[in-house]
């Protein structure tokens, strides 16, 4: 079988990483094709991931992303059937996936390719609207109820996973404790990993007050590594001072096991830390999803309300969170994804 998978955001990397490499253990060839957005490349390389780099991030507002997705989609068809040639010619390959990629699936249904979409949070409801009605599958956590799935298309295609995806691509991390020399950092001292929100500015512009506070209250208390989503905050974040702020690619995994907190606005960080067994506190401020509500109800995950009760402190020696830990096979994933093309 010849599988398609497309990569437009960093976690996507990680995610789809040991998919790529069961399906090849499997005797199937895979094409991987990644959008210039975020560390989407750069993770590539850091991984091995071999990839052919087509179209960019257009912007957030509405018209921006039409246009990125028209722009890209139509690359990736250009590329599909050059690159293609199913032996009896019907079609460039025999499935598609992506997680929440809508330009692939798009592509896909251009032509003639079933597909599989995969996400983890229902209310991006603009993707959901085109990926599920255009896919044949909709991978994502049986914590979702199907009932907030079916206005986008989903009935009939949804094929559910137990736990968590980092659960999943995360079975097989031991930490790497040279991501701690790679960013000079002490590993006797407390560390916090933090994920900046999405908009631009921390200090200056920012609207939540809470995310301030406290990366100035962590930065009292110990190491703190901040991976900004722009470059403005990048730069902001600089002028603070005393912040440690990667300059390319990091082994993202092994930080989170290896920290003593983490803090972050975005999702995929913070359930990588639930799966890790790190402290972790969300500053999501958008709609929750099922997911986040489901782990913040068993405690797993903290909201952050008052940014003067975050402490940061070492961990006790010998909690490595591994009790906290629940490793589940990828090749589950590998099999849902499939599921699409009816292998």
């Known amino acids: 079988m010849r599988v398609w998978i497309d990569l437009t955001n960093s976690p996507h990397v990680l995610v789809l990483r040991p998919v790529i490499e069961d399906l090849r253990a499997r005797g199937h ?44 989609t139509t690359a990736l068809l250009r590329w599909a059937r050059r690159v ?35 996400f983890d949070y229902e209310w991006a409801t603009v993707q959901h609207q085109i990926n599920c009605r255009l896919a044949a599958a909709v991978v994502v956590p049986d914590v979702i109820p199907a009932e907030r799935l079916a206005p986008y298309g989903a009935t009939g295609k949804i094929r559910a996973y137990e736990g968590l995806k980092e659960e999943y691509y995360l079975a097989d991390l031991e930490p790497d404790t040279s991501v701690l020399d790679e960013l000079g950092l002490d590993a006797t001292a407390p560390l916090a990993v933090v994920r900046t929100p999405p908009e631009v500015s ?60 983490v803090v972050s606005a975005g999702g995929t960080m913070n359930r990588e830390a639930v799966a890790l067994g790190t402290p972790v506190f969300t500053t ?48 589950v994933l590998t ?7 009816g292998g």
Not at 29 to 45: I, K, M, N, P, S
Not at 53 to 66: F, M, N, S, T, V
Request: proline share 6%; glycine share 12%.
């Open 29 to 72: 060839e895979v094409d991987v094709t990644a959008r210039d957005f975020a560390q989407t490349l750069g993770l590539c390389d850091r991984l091995g991931i071999e990839h052919t780099a087509i179209g960019r991030h257009r912007g957030e507002r509405l018209p921006d992303k039409a246009r990125g997705l028209a722009s890209r």
């Open 84 to 118: 293609g040639g199913h032996p009896d010619g019907s079609r460039p390959f025999d499935v598609a996936l992506g997680h929440g990629s809508n330009d692939v699936t798009v592509a896909a249904a251009l032509l003639g390719i079933p597909s599989a979409t995969a």
């Open 202 to 261: 921390l200090y200056h512009r920012f609207h939540n007050d809470r995310f301030a506070v406290v990366l100035d209250r962590l930065r009292s208390q110990g190491q703190v590594v901040v991976l900004p989503r722009t470059d403005a905050q990048r730069v902001e974040l600089r002028e603070a001072g005393g912040f440690v702020i990667p300059e390319r690619p990091i082994d993202g995994p092994s930080l989170v096991a290896l920290a003593d907190l």
């Open 284 to 331: 999501f401020d958008g709609r929750p999803g099922a997911v986040d509500d489901a782990l913040i109800a068993d405690g797993r995950l903290q909201r952050l309300e008052d940014p003067e009760t975050v402490d940061l402190v070492k961990r006790a020696a010998g909690d490595d969170g591994e009790s906290g830990r629940i490793r589940r096979d990828p090749a």
């Open 335 to 341: 099999d849902l994804l499939l599921g699409a093309a």
